[in-house]
Structures are given as C-alpha cells and as structure tokens.
Nanobody, 118 residues
C-alpha cells in the first residue's frame, strides 16, 4: 500500500525559506510522476510543481522561487521554497501518479501546513 509522508512545513516570515520533503513507500518510486499541490482556506487545490523523469513544471505564481527535485535512491521528493509570500500560505500535499496511467496509481499524502506571516 502506498504511503506518502510530508514534512518540513511551519511558520515563516515573508521572504523566508522552507524545504518540504515527501518520503514515499509501498510503490516503485521511479515510475511515478511526483507533484506538490496546495490548498488555501476557501480555495481549490492547485498544482504548485511537478517533476517527471526528465522535466519539471511550475505554477506561474511560484516560478523562480520554488524548486522541485527528487532523489530516486531515497524515494523522496522535495520542494525548496524561497522568497515566501503570505499568499503561499496553504496546506501542501505530495502526489504520486503512475506514469503509465492514473488508474494504475494516484496517491496523496496527508499534507503539511505552511504559514507565511510576520
């Protein structure tokens, strides 16, 4: 059974940085596209960043500030968040999607809270 466990969230001042981690178990990590999503109060969940075998893509709102990376040897995906803004406040979720189709696997973590406030 797939398990995704996020960590690294917390309270940070505007302009600060955080690094989120998501450790994955129970699946063959290498064949999964990994993503970070976020959901702010009263808003829909949105894609923040995604990493496939050879490509990354980002929401326009985080380009140049956030970096997604993965370590296949450690079954872990990271989200480095710099120059944080109050509007980045949200619960951040890790997602794993089987590269051969969602029906073969689409898994979510429980989320980690990120609060950007002075």
């Amino acid at each position: 059974q797939a398990q995704l466990v996020e960590s690294g969230g917390g309270l940070v001042q505007p302009g600060g940085s955080l690094r989120l981690s998501c450790v994955v178990s129970g699946i063959i990590f290498e064949i999964y596209h990994m993503g970070w999503y976020r959901q702010a109060p009263g808003k829909q969940r949105e894609l923040v960043a995604r990493i496939t075998e050879g490509d990354t893509n980002y929401a326009d709102s985080v380009k140049g500030r956030f970096t997604i990376s993965r370590n296949n040897a450690e079954d872990t995906v990271y989200l480095q968040m710099n120059s944080l803004k109050p509007e980045d406040t949200a619960v951040y979720y890790c997602n794993a999607q089987n590269q051969y189709g969602l029906a073969l696997g689409d898994y979510w973590g429980q989320g980690t809270q990120v609060t950007v406030s002075s």
